[in-house]
Nanobody
Framework: QVQLVESGGGLVQAGGSLRLSCAVS????????MGWFRQAPGKEREFVAA????????SYADSVKGRFTISTDNAKNTMYLHMNSLKPEDTAVYYC???????????????????WGQGTQVTVSS
């Protein structure tokens, strides 16, 4: 009953910035955990970042820490991923994900997220 729609992907030059958005809609109550995953060609889907709606705590993959920032706009039911200092290795399809079932920690496994968007392509050129 929860729908997630990503937007904001595109082609950028190495060192540039991009902001991804994830719009949340549906008849259910708000999710407790929201995050971003990505999948590059020939690679498995990997965790990027996540945020807890209960206490605003965040978690980042080591590969993006210091460069990416996750945030939410509760009034607009939208989650964002601000990406700075982009590298060619950041090229991937980025997916928005959400979890409603209560947990006391931020999951980094894709199998622990219950709702998914269809993805948006991010390409970083050298």
């Amino acid at each position: 009953q929860v729908q997630l729609v990503e937007s904001g992907g595109g082609l950028v030059q190495a060192g540039g910035s991009l902001r991804l958005s994830c719009a949340v809609s549906g008849r259910t109550v708000s999710t407790n955990i929201m995050g971003w995953f990505r999948q590059a060609p020939g690679k498995e889907r990997e965790f990027v970042a996540a945020i807890s709606r209960s206490d605003d705590s965040t978690s980042y993959a080591d590969s993006v820490k210091g460069r990416f920032t996750i945030s939410t706009d509760n009034a607009k039911n939208t989650m964002y991923l601000h990406m700075n200092s982009l590298k060619p290795e950041d090229t991937a399809v980025y997916y928005c994900a959400a979890r409603w079932t209560v947990v006391t920690w931020i999951p980094t496994s894709s199998q622990l997220y219950e709702y998914w968007g269809q993805g948006t392509q991010v390409t970083v050129s050298s």
